[in-house]
Structure formats: C-alpha cells, structure tokens
C-alpha cells in the first residue's frame, strides 16, 4: 500500500502555484485590453476633437479670405483666432499621428500645416501692409487657391480621422520605446 502514498502537501502546493500563475496571466490580460480600450478611448475623443477643429479651420478660413476679397482688410481678431486654434489643431493631430497608423496620414498632416501656414503667412502681410500695391491683387487670388487647397486637406483629414471618432475601426497602436 505505499505504492499510492501520496504527498498531498507537495500537490497541493502545486495546484496552488498553477492557479496564481493562471490568475496572474488572466490579470496581466485583463490589463492589457482595459490599457488598450482606455487608449482607443483617449484617441477617438482627440478625433473627434479635431473633426470639430477641422471644419472650424475651414470656415474660418472662408471667412478670413472673404474679408480680404472685400475690402482688403483682415479682421485681425479673427486672424488671431485662426492663428491660434490652428496651432492647437496641429497639436492634437499630431499627437493623434504619434498614437496610432493612420495610412499616409502623416502626409496630410504636413501638407495641410503647410498650406495652413502660408494662408496665416500671407494674411500676416496684408494685416502688416507689408507688399507693393501691384503684388495685392495675386496675394489675394493665392490666399483663394491656398483656401480652396486648405479644405481638400481638412476634408481628407476628417475623413480619416472620422472612423477612429466613431469607433468604427480597430486601433493600431504606435509602440514607443
């Protein structure tokens, strides 16, 4: 009968073990999918955040350029403005770019700072008087153009940035090291 005597404190010990390892991997999974949904949650809030700022921008802008095609004025409140939320819709797209893939989104991003930032450029001229009188006419049709060229880019980023706002994609995480 010594054959089936057992160590029932050494199994039980075991069993034991095995259960806090499964415990912890269940845990350590746990936490890592809340890490991941807290994430997504954080980036579908900016998205949604910079849709807003996005369509602002654009009609900001149309607003900005109707003044200029007016009367050769800006309303330099309203330059301040667009110089402002523009600076802070970058940050937080580009803070939307450095969290998750986005397909050439990062492209987008840069043409439309450029653009974005000529249309301020040239606005801060007229606002300063800073051109010869022969040179307002183009700055104005270029300031049309950069508009027109402007929205392309605030639509296309809307559009790529809309599915993350909804959730209806899954979330590529940008590991950081």
């Given at each position: 009968m010594e054959v089936c005597n057992w160590n029932w404190g050494a199994i039980a010990s075991f069993v034991s073990a095995g259960f806090t390892g499964i415990a912890?991997?269940?845990?350590?999974?746990?936490?890592?999918?809340?890490?991941?949904?807290?994430?997504?949650?954080?980036v579908a809030?900016?998205?949604?955040?910079?849709?807003?700022e996005l369509l602002d921008n654009i009609f900001n802008t149309e607003v900005l350029i109707s003044h200029i095609k007016k009367d050769n004025n800006i309303d330099l409140e309203r330059f301040i403005k667009l110089?402002?939320?523009?600076?802070?819709?970058?940050?937080?797209?580009?803070?939307?770019?450095?969290?998750?893939?986005?397909?050439?989104f990062g492209n987008y991003l840069e043409d439309f700072n450029r653009v974005n930032k000529k249309i301020l450029n040239h606005a801060y001229r007229i606002i300063n008087n800073d051109y010869l009188e022969d040179e307002l006419p183009l700055l104005i049709k270029e300031q049309e153009l950069l508009s027109e060229s402007n929205t392309q880019y605030c639509k296309v980023l809307i559009k790529k940035l809309r599915p993350y706002a909804l959730f209806q994609t899954q979330f590529h995480f940008k590991i950081t090291p």
């Open positions: 912890a991997v269940v845990a350590w999974k746990i936490s890592e999918k809340w890490n991941n949904q807290k994430g997504s949650e954080v809030d900016e998205a949604k955040e910079s849709i807003k110089r402002e939320e523009s600076n802070q819709l970058f940050k937080r797209i580009l803070f939307i770019d450095s969290s998750i893939h986005i397909e050439s």
